[in-house]
Every structure is written in C-alpha cells, then in structure tokens.
C-alpha cells in the first residue's frame, strides 16, 4: 500500500504539516502555533503518538487572509 502512495501526488489524502512549518508559514514561533491550536485559532489533528499536525491547505488558506490589504 505504501508503494502507491508514493506515486501520484494529487492521489494521496490531505498533507498536513508539523508545527515549525506552520510557523515558518505564519512568521511566527513553534510555541505560537501550539498556543493558538490549544486556543482553538488553528485547526489541527492528533496524532496517535499525541503529536499536532495542521492541514496544509487551511494553513496556506489563513496565510493568504492574513497577508491581504485591509480595504478602507
């Protein structure tokens, strides 16, 4: 099963990312990122070994919201 996975890239599941990417992501510190997935500001899943992993796309998502213009 691992061995397809490895092929397509648009054939796997979500992508999720560990914290210090979404910090390099948001420019923000590791320790940010934990505290706003603690808060409820970021979403995210547990692993089985109770590590936090971000979806990829909502993180980019949130990126692209905040580095736009404010309009007024």
Not at 16 to 27: D, S
Not at 61 to 72: K, M, N, S
């Given at each position: ?10 054939t796997q ?33 547990k692993t ?11 993180i980019r ?12």
């Open positions: 099963m691992a061995a397809q996975r490895k092929g397509n890239p648009s599941g979500p992508s999720y990312l560990r914290a210090a990417e979404v910090a390099e992501i948001l420019y923000v510190s590791p320790k940010t990122v934990s505290r706003w997935a603690k808060e409820g500001k970021l979403p995210f899943m089985l070994g109770g590590h936090r992993r971000y979806p990829a796309t909502k998502e949130l990126a692209e919201e905040l580095r736009e213009e404010p309009t007024a």
